[in-house]
């Protein structure tokens, strides 16, 4: 059975910090082996100069990771970042971001996933990411 986006929406609001919580993301589609979540913008999350920050970026794509491993497992279960590597390209401003994690290999105790982030007006790379986790059940 696959995940609905709103049941993919749930396992943010159940397992995340709120902190995460308050970055406001959502679930906007999901596939196999992949999800694509929405950073919208908030000049909470920028900095001087206006960009949106590197933090808030690599949450985001740590937090993608997740939802794209628990639709690909069919539910949520515990796991836990090994590993994440982020190059930034571009500045985004006053835009939203689209966050696309895509599973590159799911093993039983490992997920490796690449992460592409792009602004939601212009469809420019903002920044790539990659990242490794242990799971854990």
Same mark, same amino acid.
């Given at each position: 059975?696959?995940?609905?986006?709103?049941?993919?929406?749930?396992?943010?609001?159940?397992?995340?910090?709120?902190?995460?919580?308050?970055?406001?993301?959502?679930?906007?589609?999901?596939?196999?082996?992949?999800?694509?979540?929405?950073?919208?913008?908030?000049?909470?999350?920028?900095?001087?100069? @206006?960009?949106?920050?590197?933090? =808030?970026?690599?949450?985001?794509? #740590?937090?993608? *990771?997740?939802?794209?491993?628990?639709? %690909?497992?069919?539910?949520?279960?515990?796991?836990?970042?090994?590993?994440?590597?982020?190059?930034?390209?571009?500045?985004?401003?006053?835009?939203?971001?689209?966050?696309?994690?895509?599973?590159?290999?799911? @093993?039983?105790?490992?997920?490796? =996933?690449?992460?592409?982030?792009? #602004?939601?007006? *212009?469809?420019?790379?903002?920044?790539? %990411?990659?990242?490794?986790?242990?799971?854990?059940?």
């Amino acid at each position: 059975m696959t995940m609905t986006t709103a049941e993919a929406d749930k396992i943010l609001s159940a397992n995340f910090a709120p902190w995460v919580l308050d970055l406001g993301l959502t679930v906007e589609e999901l596939g196999e082996g992949r999800a694509t979540l929405r950073l919208p913008w908030s000049d909470r999350l920028s900095r001087e100069g @206006g960009g949106l920050s590197g933090q =808030a970026l690599m949450a985001a794509a #740590d937090t993608a *990771t997740v939802i794209a491993v628990s639709a %690909a497992r069919g539910g949520y279960g515990p796991m836990t970042t090994v590993q994440q590597s982020t190059s930034f390209q571009r500045a985004v401003t006053g835009s939203d971001v689209l966050i696309e994690a895509v599973l590159t290999k799911l @093993g039983r105790r490992m997920a490796f =996933a690449d992460i592409t982030m792009t #602004d939601g007006s *212009t469809g420019e790379l903002a920044a790539r %990411a990659s990242t490794v986790y242990a799971l854990l059940g």
